[in-house]
């Protein structure tokens, strides 16, 4: 069965702090899909990025980077330079099927990031 | 473009109590999905529709019904209220594998 591990309950950094964020996860499947989402206190939930499991490339977007690694079913998040602005909680999730219709998301992850 | 609204946004209920909760998206989206969030669990997918006529069960169906109305609408019912249905709801909608855009989410109190 699909299944989506996030370890880290809670995370206080202080602002400036480069932060990680992991992700691992179980699939049968051999090409799947991963996903991580932001719910910032307002309680929205925020696209952040898709990932094939085709690429391993790690992806950077501003502040944000993503680090996909296959060999170790893990697919980690990382923010440079935190800000007030980051504190969330950070949700990975994976569909448990090929059409993506059936997701299972992990526990989340609380990120405090402190003045 | 509105993307995907939700309603009521709180909610009370006494046990044995029925209501629906409504959800329309105006993305065009084949898939839309009904989850439940509860303190340390995540997200937990109650059911979703794969398209219009279609509907299925996810992780954590017992207890609610759903039905998807037409392209736009998929509602979710609970005939008999119970109190370990306290949760925040969230309606989301996509295409396929690509990302899923949620609603604000329905805060439900069962006492």
């Known amino acids: 069965a699909q299944k989506v591990t996030q370890a880290q309950t809670e995370i206080s950094v202080v602002e400036k702090e480069d932060v990680t964020l992991d992700c691992v996860y179980e699939t049968r499947d051999t090409t799947y899909y991963l996903f991580w989402y932001k719910q910032p206190p307002s309680g929205e939930l925020v696209f952040l990025i898709r990932r094939n499991s085709f690429d391993e490339q790690n992806e950077i977007s501003g502040r944000y980077s993503w680090n996909f690694q296959k060999s170790t079913s893990s697919f980690n998040f990382t923010i440079t330079a935190s800000q007030v602005v980051d504190s969330a909680v950070y949700f990975c999730?994976?569909?448990?099927?090929?059409?993506?219709?059936?997701?299972?998301f992990g526990p989340g992850t609380r990120l405090s990031v402190l003045p | 473009n509105a993307g995907v609204t939700q309603t009521p946004k709180f909610q009370v209920l006494k046990t044995g109590q029925s209501m629906t909760l409504q959800c329309a998206q105006d993305m065009n989206h084949n898939s839309m999905y009904w989850y439940r969030q509860d303190p340390g669990m995540g997200l937990r997918l109650i059911y979703y529709?794969?398209?219009?006529?279609?509907?299925d069960k996810g992780e954590v169906p017992n207890g609610y019904n759903v039905s998807r109305l037409n392209k736009r609408e998929f509602s979710l019912r609970l005939e008999s209220a119970a109190p370990s249905q306290t949760s925040v709801y969230f309606c989301?909608?996509?295409?396929?594998?690509?990302?899923?855009?949620f609603g604000p989410g329905t805060r439900l109190t069962v006492t």
């Open positions: 529709s794969a398209s219009e006529g279609t509907t």
């Open positions: 989301a909608s996509s295409e396929l594998v690509y990302e899923q855009y």
């Open positions: 999730a994976l569909p448990s099927d090929n059409y993506g219709q059936n997701f299972v």
